[in-house]
């Protein structure tokens, strides 16, 4: 009797796909998995009622058995294009930070002039590439345990990274295109001090700006008949080609945190086959009373 009340509620159940395949239940009923209580029930097999607790239900999907029919066990593509993004984000990130810490270090060459006369640009990458490594530590658990909410929060932090690479990009294309030559006179004359002006005589070997005997900072190598040259040449050429570089990496960096932002927005909601599929009202759910 009760197996045949069972494939007579089948009709009325059956108008909504299954969330995913009984396996247990396969000879028999295959009714849909309940999820109210401590166990699952699924069906009537020989007049015997059917259970899966839910520990064991999240066993399965852990492990990924029935794969197919779960959408768990099996990455998709969305999920693949997703990964490789915040594994780019992550590289950025980590990239940036090393050259940062190389330059506040002193580790690089010429990383003293760099302190001395661009360290507002080097204050924002370091700032920037702190925002994409954050970025890319809320991405990686989001995408590899499937949580929606964690994708949600990398969606939102791809935007101040976007502005801050952007900006990094702006500042250095606009220091490097409108009026160079001015802006480092102003530098050496006014905004330098005479601790600046000797890191950058003794880093690029030259004395003063235009020649030793114009605002220089003396020091064993310079002094006002040393044959050194004067900074100017050599400052304009290395800001030029610092700024150039910075410029380049930059929007580089800014594109591909745009193109993620893309497929962030695409394949979130996609990292399983579940969404949206299978998914059964609450009030066509068969419930078994005790």
Same mark, same amino acid.
């Given at each position: ?71 768990? *066990? ?6 693949? &294009? ?30 003293? +002039? ?10 924002? @990458?370091?700032?920037?590439? *702190? ?17 929606? %909410? ?9 935007? %101040?990274?976007?502005?801050? @690479? ?32 000797? &890191? +950058? ?18 020091? %064993? ?30 929007? @580089? ?17 996609? &990292? ?8 059964? %009202?609450?009030? $066509?759910?068969?419930? $078994?009373?005790?």
């Amino acid at each position: 009797m009760l197996s045949s009340i069972g494939r007579t509620t089948i009709n009325f159940t059956r108008k909504f796909p299954t969330p995913w395949k009984t396996s247990a239940a396969s000879d028999g009923l295959g009714f849909v998995p309940l999820v109210d209580g401590g166990d699952d029930f699924f069906g009537i097999e020989d007049g015997k009622s059917l259970y899966l607790s839910s520990r064991s239900r999240r066993n399965q999907e852990g492990l990924g058995l029935d794969g197919d029919s779960l959408g768990i *066990g099996r990455w998709t593509s969305y999920k693949w &294009v997703l990964s490789f993004s915040v594994l780019s984000i992550f590289g950025m990130g980590l990239g940036g930070m090393l050259v940062s810490l190389g330059f506040w270090l002193r580790t690089w060459s010429h990383a003293d +002039v760099i302190r001395v006369i661009d360290w507002d640009i080097l204050l924002y @990458t370091t700032v920037a590439s *702190g925002c994409l490594l954050l970025t890319s530590l809320v991405g990686l658990p989001g995408t590899l345990l499937n949580s929606r %909410p964690l994708l949600a929060f990398y969606n939102i932090l791809l935007w %101040p990274s976007l502005i801050s @690479t952007t900006t990094i990009g702006y500042a250095s294309y606009k220091r490097r295109t409108y009026n160079l030559d001015g802006k480092t006179n102003e530098g050496w004359s006014r905004n330098w001090d005479d601790l600046g002006r000797l &890191v +950058v005589q003794n880093s690029l070997h030259c004395c003063g700006l235009y020649n030793p005997l114009h605002q220089a900072t003396f020091s %064993p190598r310079c002094y006002p008949r040393s044959p050194l040259p004067g900074c100017k040449f050599k400052l304009l050429r290395f800001q030029s080609q610092t700024l150039d570089s910075f410029t380049r990496v930059a929007f @580089t960096s800014s594109g591909i945190v745009l193109l993620s932002i893309v497929v962030a927005i695409l394949c979130s909601n996609h &990292v399983t086959r579940l969404f949206g599929k299978g998914l059964m %009202p609450r009030q $066509y759910r068969l419930r $078994y009373v005790r």
